[in-house]
């Protein structure tokens, strides 16, 4: 019997991970794409050998969350896929680390997905961006002015991450759905173009499919997959590079600032993003704030120039060296007391 189009896609994506015996955990929000990528994930199990588990999580910022997560059980159930649900105080961590409600819950949704990976013993974590996605991302990066390796976008495959739609559509899921007579939660607020994303989606996206290209989150798509090839190779010289130039002193990273000043610009961009990666993460880390430091590298910023950057960092400069650390912590204040005498 023929596999349905999006069941074949997901085939093919698995490319034979997970191996036979295996655990895979699926995120399931509910959405039409978690909804069809769990099916199709579903109907693959027992011809590839692996356990599917999902997961959801209720981020408790709206009225409806608790029957999403209501349906999410009742839909596993009917499949027979055993389900992981838990909440997160997505609020309170918004506040916690001062960043917005969206960056919260995507730190909270991932958390949640890896601690039920490691409690299901599973190597991986199936997610269900589409090719639509894909070109919002590389538009809303390309907005930002990103490079080539923001541009990429998502990989299909990224650590313990897979991606089995990122080359099928929003419509092809939909398709899915209706021929399966699947049903799904809508997010109401995916419709609130407030959100630069929903504008993007809603606004951007279909002026440019009406006026320029009718396939054109295809073609973005194709795009950030020509790109994720470019810059895989830069990677690579990226790694070489800063496998010369760099040392640990403690828990700074020190890089020889003639080394990187005198490689292409290109290859000294990709080693100092992978420096500061390696360095905190590049939560908040922009295409400046690159700019700056290599420019300040390369410039022979004086002595003792320092640069704070995201996540509680700093690069600071000697004459010959870049050294990336965390802020250093201000002295604590003298409290002075008094006492009142009788």
Not at 172 to 189: A, F
Not at 195 to 205: A, Y
Not at 218 to 238: I, N, P, V, Y
Request: hydrophobic share 45%.
């Amino acid at each position: 019997m023929r596999m349905p189009f999006l069941v074949a896609a997901v085939d093919r994506a698995l490319q034979g991970a997970p191996a036979r015996g295996d655990a895979l955990v699926v995120g399931l929000s509910g959405g039409a794409d978690s909804v069809a990528l769990t099916d199709a994930l579903a109907s693959l199990r027992r011809r590839r050998g692996f356990r599917l588990v999902a997961a959801h999580l209720d981020h408790g910022l709206r009225p409806g969350s608790a029957d999403d997560a209501a349906f999410c059980h009742a839909f596993c159930e009917a499949l027979g896929v055993p389900l992981h649900g838990g909440t997160a105080p997505v609020r309170v961590r918004a506040l916690r680390e001062k960043g917005g409600l969206e960056q919260a819950a995507r730190r909270e949704r991932y958390s949640f997905l890896r601690r039920v990976k490691d409690d299901e013993g599973a190597a991986l974590i199936a997610v269900a961006h589409t090719q639509d996605d894909q070109a919002e991302t590389l538009l809303l990066r390309l907005l930002r002015g990103a490079g080539a390796t923001g541009l990429a976008g998502m990989r299909p495959r990224s650590g313990d991450l897979l991606r089995p739609l990122l080359g099928v559509s929003r419509a092809e899921v939909l398709e899915h759905l209706g021929e399966r007579g699947l049903v799904w939660r809508e997010d109401p607020t995916n419709a609130d173009t407030q959100h630069l994303r929903n504008r993007v989606r809603h606004e951007l996206i279909p002026y440019l499919e009406q006026r320029f290209n009718p396939r054109v989150s295809e073609a973005l798509a194709r795009t950030a997959a020509l790109l994720a090839d470019e810059a895989g190779h830069m990677a690579t010289q990226a790694e070489a590079l800063l496998a010369r130039i760099a040392t640990r002193d403690g828990a700074a990273l020190v890089l020889d600032r003639q080394a990187l000043g005198a490689a292409p610009a290109a290859v000294a961009r990709a080693a100092l993003r992978l420096a500061l990666q390696r360095k905190g993460g590049l939560d908040a880390v922009d295409q400046g704030h690159v700019e700056r430091v290599l420019g300040l590298a390369r410039a022979r910023a004086p002595s003792g120039r320092r640069l704070a950057l995201p996540g509680g960092r700093e690069a600071s400069f000697t004459h010959h060296k870049l050294r990336l650390d965390r802020l250093p912590t201000p002295p604590a204040k003298a409290v002075s007391s008094s006492r009142t005498r009788p």
